[in-house]
């Protein structure tokens, strides 16, 4: 029971957060500075969540650093976006077997 | 994790639909597992998942007409890293069906590994699941790129936010939740001053 009123505290929470912004915030921005500031938002939000992070999401800095170079240079020449995931992911792997292999 | 810290599988599937998160869920577990405090609950949760507040307020610029208030009751409650990125890249504006359609396949997936997971353990051998961690960063780089390379206020923004991650996850002890909020506001905040666009259409033919 206690388990139960803490899912709900956490959902709300979540839920919340979400909500109020996405529900009540409906003019659209005239201002240019602010306008300006929410179309960088995407890609500072996810180069913030992706750098370091990235470094420590595979367990092994060497794999991680590895898949993070593919991902980049295959993003560079605009690969689709399932492409660049999972061969950032494949090389990590692959680099992980080696690495296994040669110790 | 749900499942190590003596939560039943049903509350594991329950955490994981009614929250749509993925550090909020783990950390929100972890305090059930303590028998922490609701305030503590509370405040944990707020701090991990207020970056959804910045995420939904950037989005709200781009809902097409089509999303009247009970649409936004319900699609916010979606707003998740993976959603927003892919909606954010997304051209043009959103309509309530193309934001469900990101949603439902993404909760299905979500909510079915949890559960999976939650099961059976460990299913896949940890060389393959760890080599998985990378996929959703690899997602995020595959989205800021291209238009990095393209847009020269968007490539400040991006190696200023990253900059400022790596300098606070060296130097200081917040949080990841306030790190990717200061983050974001401050390298976002920097771009409107430098490179404050006009529109969008003059913005994609800048250099």
Not at chain 1, 65 to 93: K, N, Q, R
Not at chain 2, 170 to 191: E, Q
Request: contains cysteine; proline residues 4%; glycine residues 6%.
């Amino acid at each position: 029971m206690k388990t139960a009123i803490y899912i709900i505290v956490m959902a709300a929470v979540t839920y919340l957060i979400r909500m109020i912004p996405f529900t009540f915030f409906k003019k659209k921005i005239k201002s240019r500075y602010i306008r300006s500031f929410l179309k960088y938002i995407p890609y500072a939000v996810l180069s913030a969540m992706t750098i370091p992070a990235i470094l420590d999401s595979t367990g092994n800095t060497i794999t991680a650093a590895v898949g993070t170079i593919t991902a980049l240079v295959l993003a560079f020449f605009e690969l689709p976006l399932i492409v660049v995931a999972l061969s950032a992911s494949l090389s990590a792997f692959l680099t992980g077997l080696i690495i296994s292999y040669c110790s | 994790m749900a499942v190590g810290a003596k939560l039943s599988i049903f509350a594991a599937a329950m955490i994981s639909a009614s929250n749509l998160t993925s550090a909020g869920q783990a950390a929100g577990v972890e305090i059930i597992k303590a028998a922490g405090t609701i305030i503590e609950m509370i405040l944990v949760q707020l701090t991990i998942n207020i970056r959804y507040s910045l995420m939904a307020l950037s989005l709200t610029q781009k809902l097409d007409p089509k999303f009247t208030t009970p649409h936004r009751l319900l699609a916010s409650y979606g707003i998740t890293d993976e959603i927003f990125a892919v909606c954010s890249a997304q051209p043009g504006l959103l309509t309530p069906a193309y934001m469900y359609g990101v949603i439902l396949v993404s909760a299905i997936g979500w909510v079915t590994g949890t559960t999976l997971g939650a099961a059976a353990g460990e299913i896949l051998p940890a060389s393959v699941s760890s080599a998985m961690g990378i996929v959703l960063y690899g997602m995020f780089i595959a989205i800021i790129v291209p238009p990095a390379k393209k847009q020269k206020s968007v490539l400040v923004v991006v190696l200023l936010s990253a900059m400022i991650s790596v300098l606070l996850k060296l130097l200081t002890s917040i949080s990841g939740g306030f790190t990717v909020i200061i983050c974001a506001v401050a390298a976002a905040l920097a771009g409107a001053v430098l490179f404050p666009a006009d529109d969008d259409e003059e913005e994609e033919t800048a250099e």
